[in-house]
Every structure is written in structure tokens, then in C-alpha cells.
């Protein structure tokens, strides 16, 4: 009887042409997953963006209205809204021709917008009430979606 001599490998089921074939992704399936990716980011990617600026001007509105509740306080306290002059730094410091002034108004100061520009306060307007204002993403007065001014 003849023997015959198997290679080591082919006991442990690791055959190279079989182990190659097994190994990785071909340059095919990788540019598919690549194409899915791509397409999956071309929806997801504005839709995020456009949610992001929302979220910008939802938070700019409700500083606004946080600051114009402080204005509102600061009146009942001193008997009158602050002077173009004196701002909205009125809320946390007091100025000195303001009497019965309780502040601090706000706890942690006035924040900037959320495009890091300061709120322009204005004093008095049309009815002898104040406006807060943010000048949207752009920092220019008017414009529209992001870019629109955002007031009290």
C-alpha cells in the first residue's frame, strides 16, 4: 500500500487558494457600501443642518424672552426701563441714577446671542416699550430664515 503524504495544512483546513477567497472585501462590495454611505449622508446631511439653525434661533428667542422678563422686573423695581445709555447691563449692575435697583436680574449675566454677537437693546420704541434684538446668523439687519432678525 502506498501512503500518501498530505500536506500540514490541508489538515487544519487552512488550503491558501480557500483562505485567500475567505480574506476581506473586494473592491466591488467596498464601493457599494461607499455609494450607501454616501447616499445615506446627501438625505441625513442637510435635514441635520437645517435643524441645527432652528435650534440656533429657538435659542435666541428664548434668551430674548428671559432678558425681557428680567427688563420687565427691573421696571417694577426702579420704576422705569433702562436708557439706551445704560443697556442691558442695567440688569446686572446697577446704575447710578437707578433707585430701588434689587438686581442682580440675571443669574449668570447677559449672554451673548447664539452666534456670539451681544443683544442690541433699544429704548424707547414706537409705544414706550423696549425691543431686544439679535441679528440673526448673518450679524446684518433684515435677511430671512437663519439670517432673520430675531426680537421681543
Known amino acids: 500500500m502506498l501512503a500518501h503524504r498530505i ?3 490541508c489538515y ?46 429657538t435659542t435666541a428667542k428664548a434668551q430674548i424672552e428671559a432678558l425681557a ?3 420687565d422686573t427691573f421696571r ?3 420704576g422705569r426701563y433702562p436708557s439706551n445709555d445704560e443697556g442691558l447691563a442695567a440688569l446686572t449692575t446697577q446704575p447710578d441714577s437707578a433707585k430701588g435697583w ?15 454677537r451681544k443683544y442690541l437693546y433699544t429704548f424707547p420704541v414706537g409705544n414706550g416699550d423696549f ?14 430664515s437663519e439670517d432673520a432678525d430675531i426680537t421681543n
Open 7 to 9: 500536506a500540514p495544512s
Open 12 to 57: 487544519l483546513g487552512l488550503g491558501l487558494k480557500s483562505r485567500r477567497r475567505e480574506a476581506g472585501f473586494t473592491l466591488l462590495e467596498l464601493l457599494v457600501v461607499i455609494v450607501i454611505i454616501g447616499m445615506l449622508a446627501s438625505y441625513v446631511g442637510p435635514k441635520y443642518f437645517a435643524q441645527l439653525g432652528k435650534s440656533e434661533a
Open 69 to 71: 422678563k428680567a427688563m
Open 76 to 78: 417694577l423695581d426702579v
Open 102 to 116: 434689587n438686581g442682580p436680574y440675571l443669574k449668570k449675566g447677559v449672554p451673548p446671542d447664539p452666534w456670539g
Open 131 to 144: 425691543q431686544i434684538q439679535s441679528l440673526g446668523k448673518d450679524g446684518q439687519r433684515g435677511g430671512s
